[in-house]
T-cell receptor
Framework: DAKTTQPPSMDCAEGRAANLPCNHS???????VYWYRQIHSQGPQYIIH???NNETNEMASLIITEDRKSSTLILPHATLRDTAVYYC?????????????FGKGTKLSVIP | NAGVTQTPKFQVLKTGQSMTLQCAQD?????MSWYRQDPGMGLRLIHY???????DQGEVPNGYNVSRSTTEDFPLRLLSAAPSQTSVYFC????????????FGDGTRLSIL
């Protein structure tokens, strides 16, 4: 699976949009981009995933560049409860693709 | 709908003791896995299973055993606990394709003295 690069930390004002970037320049055509977050020491929470197209659900939007080498997770109106570590993960579809490789993620702090 | 349930939530063991961490899911997911998370680090895969009767090793399998006799359950056994196994353990499950997200339990916090 391709490696991802994320900034170690970011701040966001409460009520504003939080834009979390992720670099995955070695991604291949059949690999998905997944986003999870971990609040305190709870279990990772699935947020969103995509292959090529932009995706939106009730939690967030995922913007994937046309060349698929980077993506941005957007939390449209950040709240204090969105303070967490956010992980961008590239996951393949072949044998052995079940493993999620967690890096150190981005620690997002939402500030009142 | 309970999702992924892990028991116990906390456990303290002495070096050399054995124990089993339980994981159960009620979503009829084929794939289940165990991760450990050490302070300040991401999760690392210990063992996984793609279906009943099938298990395989992940990144850090030493000192742990697993079995998958049913679709619902995937217990993790520590044969002889060591202080290096002090960690938070997470179980996850998903359908068996890459476009299906994995769902995680709330974790078991294990301390080995």
């Amino acid at each position: 699976d391709a490696k991802t690069t994320q900034p170690p930390s970011m701040d966001c004002a409460e009520g504003r949009a939080a834009n979390l970037p992720c670099n995955h320049s070695t991604i291949s055509g059949n690999e998905y981009v997944y986003w999870y977050r971990q609040i305190h020491s709870q279990g990772p929470q699935y947020i969103i995933h995509g292959l090529k197209n932009n995706e939106t659900n009730e939690m967030a939007s995922l913007i994937i560049t046309e060349d698929r080498k980077s993506s941005t997770l957007i939390l449209p109106h950040a709240t204090l409860r969105d303070t967490a570590v956010y992980y961008c993960i590239v996951r393949g579809s072949g044998a052995g693709s079940y493993q999620l490789t967690f890096g150190k993620g981005t620690k997002l702090s939402v500030i009142p | 709908n309970a999702g992924v349930t892990q028991t116990p939530k906390f456990q303290v063991l002495k070096t050399g003791q054995s124990m089993t961490l339980q994981c159960a899911q009620d979503m009829n997911h084929e794939y289940m896995s165990w991760y450990r998370q050490d302070p300040g680090m991401g999760l690392r895969l210990i063992h996984y299973s793609v279906g009943a009767g099938i298990t395989d090793q992940g990144e850090v399998p030493n000192g742990y055993n697993v079995s998958r006799s049913t679709t619902e359950d995937f217990p993790l056994r520590l044969l002889s606990a060591a202080p290096s196994q002090t960690s938070v353990y997470f179980c996850a499950s998903s359908r068996g394709t890459a476009d299906q997200p994995q769902h995680f339990g709330d974790g078991t916090r294990l301390s080995i003295l």
